[in-house]
Protein backbone atom coordinates (compact mmCIF):
# COMPACT_ATOMS: atom_id res chain seq x y z
CA UNK A 1 0.00 0.00 0.00
CA UNK A 2 0.93 3.51 -0.16
CA UNK A 3 1.23 3.78 3.51
CA UNK A 4 4.47 1.40 3.11
CA UNK A 5 5.96 3.31 0.51
CA UNK A 6 5.43 6.52 3.09
CA UNK A 7 7.32 4.65 5.44
CA UNK A 8 9.96 3.73 2.82
CA UNK A 9 9.80 7.50 1.83
CA UNK A 10 10.21 9.14 5.26
CA UNK A 11 12.74 6.68 6.41
CA UNK A 12 14.72 5.82 4.01
CA UNK A 13 14.75 9.50 2.23
CA UNK A 14 13.48 8.49 -1.47
CA UNK A 15 9.69 8.23 -2.87
CA UNK A 16 9.01 5.89 -5.32
CA UNK A 17 6.26 7.58 -6.72
CA UNK A 18 3.80 10.05 -6.09
CA UNK A 19 1.69 10.50 -3.15
CA UNK A 20 -1.96 9.18 -2.71
CA UNK A 21 -4.86 12.03 -2.87
CA UNK A 22 -5.44 11.18 0.88
CA UNK A 23 -4.95 8.91 3.80
CA UNK A 24 -7.29 7.96 7.08
CA UNK A 25 -6.55 9.33 10.55
CA UNK A 26 -5.16 5.91 11.83
CA UNK A 27 -2.66 5.85 9.43
CA UNK A 28 -1.69 9.55 9.58
CA UNK A 29 -1.44 8.54 13.27
CA UNK A 30 0.44 6.00 12.59
CA UNK A 31 3.08 7.46 10.50
CA UNK A 32 3.22 10.56 13.09
CA UNK A 33 4.48 8.32 15.31
CA UNK A 34 6.89 6.35 13.31
CA UNK A 35 8.17 9.90 12.84
CA UNK A 36 7.48 9.90 9.09
CA UNK A 37 4.64 12.53 8.61
CA UNK A 38 4.25 15.81 9.94
CA UNK A 39 0.28 16.73 10.58
CA UNK A 40 -0.82 20.33 9.87
CA UNK A 41 -4.28 21.19 11.28
CA UNK A 42 -5.42 23.76 8.43
CA UNK A 43 -9.15 24.78 10.09
CA UNK A 44 -9.51 28.37 9.97
CA UNK A 45 -9.54 30.27 13.35
CA UNK A 46 -13.29 30.29 13.42
CA UNK A 47 -13.87 26.38 12.97
CA UNK A 48 -10.56 25.53 15.56
CA UNK A 49 -13.15 27.17 18.36
CA UNK A 50 -14.93 23.50 17.99
CA UNK A 51 -12.16 21.83 19.71
CA UNK A 52 -8.47 20.71 19.64
CA UNK A 53 -5.88 19.61 17.33
CA UNK A 54 -4.16 16.15 16.95
CA UNK A 55 -1.65 16.05 19.10
CA UNK A 56 1.63 16.89 17.77
CA UNK A 57 -0.05 18.52 15.22
CA UNK A 58 1.38 21.68 13.70
CA UNK A 59 -1.12 25.01 13.83
CA UNK A 60 -1.74 26.52 10.20
CA UNK A 61 -5.20 28.09 9.64
CA UNK A 62 -5.78 28.51 6.04
CA UNK A 63 -8.18 31.11 6.16
CA UNK A 64 -10.27 32.69 3.08
CA UNK A 65 -9.44 35.10 0.39
CA UNK A 66 -7.40 36.18 -2.40
CA UNK A 67 -4.08 36.32 -0.40
CA UNK A 68 -4.25 33.61 1.84
CA UNK A 69 -3.21 30.81 -0.03
CA UNK A 70 0.37 32.19 -0.61
CA UNK A 71 0.56 33.71 2.61
CA UNK A 72 -0.22 29.94 3.98
CA UNK A 73 2.22 28.09 1.58
CA UNK A 74 5.05 30.22 3.09
CA UNK A 75 4.08 29.24 6.46
CA UNK A 76 4.63 25.54 5.31
CA UNK A 77 7.39 26.28 3.69
CA UNK A 78 8.91 27.87 6.56
CA UNK A 79 7.54 25.04 8.84
CA UNK A 80 9.26 22.48 6.77
CA UNK A 81 12.82 23.87 5.71
CA UNK A 82 11.71 24.52 2.55
CA UNK A 83 11.51 20.68 1.69
CA UNK A 84 8.64 20.29 -0.24
CA UNK A 85 9.25 16.36 -0.52
CA UNK A 86 8.33 16.03 3.13
CA UNK A 87 5.72 13.95 4.02
CA UNK A 88 2.83 16.21 4.98
CA UNK A 89 -1.14 15.09 6.59
CA UNK A 90 -3.45 17.83 6.24
CA UNK A 91 -6.35 17.80 8.49
CA UNK A 92 -9.71 19.95 9.64
CA UNK A 93 -12.78 19.50 10.62
CA UNK A 94 -14.52 16.97 7.89
CA UNK A 95 -11.81 17.09 5.03
CA UNK A 96 -12.78 20.57 3.11
CA UNK A 97 -10.27 22.65 3.95
CA UNK A 98 -7.33 20.18 4.12
CA UNK A 99 -8.38 19.69 0.37
CA UNK A 100 -8.28 22.79 -0.37
CA UNK A 101 -4.31 22.97 1.28
CA UNK A 102 -3.35 20.44 -0.48
CA UNK A 103 -4.43 21.60 -4.25
CA UNK A 104 -2.55 24.90 -2.90
CA UNK A 105 0.65 22.72 -1.67
CA UNK A 106 0.19 20.20 -4.64
CA UNK A 107 0.35 23.20 -7.03
CA UNK A 108 3.38 24.62 -5.08
CA UNK A 109 5.80 21.83 -5.62
CA UNK A 110 4.96 19.82 -2.74
CA UNK A 111 4.84 15.92 -3.84
CA UNK A 112 3.92 14.59 -0.39
CA UNK A 113 0.99 16.27 0.89
CA UNK A 114 -1.93 14.26 1.27
CA UNK A 115 -5.03 15.02 2.92
CA UNK A 116 -6.46 13.41 6.02
CA UNK A 117 -9.90 13.20 4.69
CA UNK A 118 -11.76 11.48 7.31
CA UNK A 119 -10.69 14.84 9.97
CA UNK A 120 -11.46 15.73 13.17
CA UNK A 121 -15.44 15.06 12.90
CA UNK A 122 -15.82 12.60 10.65
CA UNK A 123 -16.83 12.53 6.84
CA UNK A 124 -18.07 10.27 3.95
CA UNK A 125 -14.27 9.24 4.35
CA UNK A 126 -14.49 7.17 7.85
CA UNK A 127 -15.48 8.78 11.74
CA UNK A 128 -12.65 10.83 12.38
CA UNK A 129 -10.04 11.38 14.16
CA UNK A 130 -11.63 12.17 17.49
CA UNK A 131 -14.47 9.45 17.02
CA UNK A 132 -11.35 6.74 16.38
CA UNK A 133 -10.03 7.96 20.08
CA UNK A 134 -6.67 9.29 18.71
CA UNK A 135 -4.88 11.62 21.13
CA UNK A 136 -5.24 15.68 20.62
CA UNK A 137 -3.64 18.26 22.35
CA UNK A 138 -4.63 18.49 26.14
CA UNK A 139 -4.56 14.78 26.46
CA UNK A 140 -2.57 13.31 29.26
Known sequence: TWVCGLWACALLGACAGPAP???GSLDAWTLQQAGGLLIID???LRE???GPSPAGAARLPLEAGPAAGTAFVQAVLDTVAADRTRPIGLICERGVVSRRAQALLRAAGFTAAVDIDDGLS???AGPGWSAWGLPLDGDP
Do not use: D, E, T
Open 48 to 50: RAA
Open 21 to 23: PAL
Open 42 to 44: VRP
Open 122 to 124: GSL
